[in-house]
């Protein structure tokens, strides 16, 4: 079945370091791809998108290219803040609409 | 505001009772779905409904069991039959079938003493 492998956590980085989360993802078909944001005690926040290959989502300074031929969706931001820290899953649908397959979860902590 | 409530935010229960916990949305989405989320892990689906009256089973639906009388409401029954019941538990809803404005509720962390 389809499935979801993000690289481990905790992630630990200073104020305004480089951030890449990997993602790879093994699914049939088309799926479309997502980062999701969950900050302590909270419900999960959709942070980004794609829906085919090449698509780039980008907000809030994080950027996600849905690559096909590497299976992956990398999470990238080039500055991170200390309210960036949160864990981050990445998620994918299949193309007809199924449920969501989440990646374990990778948490990001940002020191000042 | 349109979105998803999930009440309570805490819950404690003593092993051996069942508990119900509330979700309910004013999205108008016609699906709404229960995950169960442990330290470490991703989300799990316990169960679906993609309409009123119907719903099926997720992925580890065991110990667990629903309702979906209104379209607005999805309540979650954890029986004593589910072992290891303590656990962050997650409401989510989205338009069907497309899966479109797919939202999650704040979350109840059941402890089970």
């Known amino acids: 079945g389809d499935s979801v492998t993000q690289m481990e956590g905790p992630v630990t980085l200073s104020e305004e370091a480089f951030l890449t989360i990997n993602c790879t993802y093994t699914?049939?078909?088309?799926?479309?791809l997502f980062w999701y944001v969950q900050y302590p005690g909270e419900g999960l926040q959709l942070l980004l998108k794609a829906t085919k290959a090449d698509d780039k989502g980008s907000n809030k300074g994080f950027e996600a290219t849905y690559r096909k031929e590497t299976t992956s969706f990398h999470l990238e931001k080039g500055s991170v803040q200390v309210s960036d820290s949160a864990v981050y899953f990445c998620a994918l649908r299949g193309n007809y609409g199924q449920n969501f397959v989440f990646g374990p979860g990778t948490r990001l902590s940002v020191l000042p | 505001d349109g979105g998803i409530t999930q009440s309570p935010k805490y819950l404690f229960r003593k092993e051996g009772q069942n508990v119900t916990l509330s979700c309910e949305q004013n999205?108008?989405?016609?699906?709404m779905y229960w995950y169960r989320q442990d330290p470490g892990q991703g989300l799990r689906l316990i169960y679906y409904s993609q309409i009123v009256n119907d719903f099926q089973k997720g992925d580890i639906a065991e110990g667990y069991s629903v309702s979906r009388e209104k379209k607005e409401s999805f309540p979650l029954t954890v029986t004593s039959a589910q072992k290891n019941p303590t656990a962050f538990y997650l409401c989510?809803?989205?338009?069907?079938?497309?899966?479109?404005?797919?939202?999650f509720g704040s979350g109840t962390r059941l402890t089970v003493v």
């Open positions: 699914a049939t078909g088309y799926p479309s």
């Open positions: 999205l108008n989405h016609d699906a």
């Open positions: 989510a809803s989205s338009m069907a079938p497309t899966g479109i404005g797919y939202t």
